[in-house]
């Protein structure tokens, strides 16, 4: 058996494990249980990333740049759909031939 010694906040410790003590486990219990998930995935047992940075409107760069080249393509008229006075029409349009380059 190996002791291993983490050194943390006490309000950090006793948030943990009131929480864990609503799963019903302690604290020992739930890294045991880190470590061997750990073991299993080869690696943290959940993503660890930067959260991506944001405008002022709450959107990435890459959906600002999507938003942007999809007003150009529809001002070319590409991927642009008519406007439809019924369901009926709308499905029909989305399963013409003309829409499909297969």
């Not at 302690?26 to 959260?51: C, H, S, W, Y």
Request: hydrophobic share 40%; charged share 35%.
């Amino acid at each position: 058996m190996s002791t291993i010694q983490v050194r943390i906040t006490d309000e950090d410790k006793e948030e943990a494990q009131k929480i864990l003590e609503a799963l019903g486990l302690d604290l020992p219990t739930a890294i045991r249980m880190f470590l061997k998930q750990v073991q299993q995935n080869k690696g943290l047992p959940f993503e660890v990333a930067l959260e991506p940075e944001r405008d002022e409107n709450g959107l990435t760069k890459e959906e600002v740049e999507a938003i942007i080249q999809a007003q150009k393509d529809a001002e070319k008229g590409i991927n642009v759909s008519p406007a439809f006075d019924n369901i009926e029409d709308a499905l029909a349009f989305l399963d013409s031939p003309e829409r499909h380059d297969d």
